[in-house]
């Protein structure tokens, strides 16, 4: 069973599904204005972690399309129950995770 959970990224699901969806169906359901939501905890907050994504994938020698997983589960999050204009932020957090997967130097033996 571990195997299996190894080879899928299990880390990187477990957040993705934390930050991507549940956590915007709470933001939703909370009295959060939209400026804080989009501006610090989507614009700031989210691309940080995205970055962070992008290099620990990178790091570790996982496989590239776990850099998908944030971006995917944010937009199915904001489309099930946020504002429609944040599913812009989805292509950006991938653009950003790409760049920190690609920038990123691996340690040569």
Do not use: D, N
Request: net charge positive.
């Amino acid at each position: 069973m571990m195997t299996i959970l190894k080879r899928i990224g299990w880390p990187y699901w477990a957040v993705s599904i934390v930050l991507g969806v549940v956590l915007p169906i709470i933001l939703h359901s909370i009295s959060i204005s939209g400026m804080w939501r989009s501006g610090m905890i989507y614009g700031l907050g989210y691309s940080i972690i995205a970055g962070l994504l992008g290099y620990f994938v990178k790091h570790r020698g996982e496989r590239w399309w776990l850099l998908f997983t944030l971006p995917v589960l944010f937009a199915l999050g904001i489309y099930l129950s946020g504002p429609k204009y944040a599913l812009y932020f989805a292509p950006v957090y991938l653009c950003i995770s790409y760049l920190a997967y690609g920038l990123s130097a691996t340690q040569r033996k």
